[in-house]
Nanobody, 121 residues
Framework: QVQLVESGGGLVQAGGSPRLSCAAS????????MAWYRQAPGKQRELVAT???????NYADSVKGRFTISRDNAKNTVNLQMNSLKPEDTAVYYC???????????????WGQGTQVTVSS
């Protein structure tokens, strides 16, 4: 069973710079894309940032210039460095990955359970 586990969330002050991390574990043979999503109370889940297997990054307009996504292929992890946090960044942040497991021929989508980030003013 593949698992994605997020860490690094919590209560932070506006303007803070926390770093989220997501570790993938299980019988993984290949990881294609990895991404971060977030969902604020009463809002739809939205894409925050993506990174391809080759390291190409894309960001939502709301976080461009403030957030940086990165990955460590040797450790099967993806990180999200968040800078200059605003109250509107408050949300549950979810890790997502498209990967292939050992013994399976196709690519499949996996989600983490999420980590809460609360930004106080």
């Amino acid at each position: 069973q593949v698992q994605l586990v997020e860490s690094g969330g919590g209560l932070v002050q506006a303007g803070g710079s926390p770093r989220l991390s997501c570790a993938a574990s299980g019988s993984i043979s290949s990881i294609n894309s990895m991404a971060w999503y977030r969902q604020a109370p009463g809002k739809q889940r939205e894409l925050v940032a993506t990174i391809t297997s080759g390291g190409i990054e894309n960001y939502a307009d709301s976080v461009k210039g403030r957030f940086t996504i990165s990955r460590d292929n040797a450790k099967n992890t993806v990180n999200l460095q968040m800078n200059s946090l605003k109250p509107e960044d408050t949300a549950v942040y979810y890790c997502h990955s498209i990967l292939r497991t050992m013994g399976a021929g196709g690519w499949y989508s996996y989600w983490g359970q999420g980590t809460q980030v609360t930004v106080s003013s």
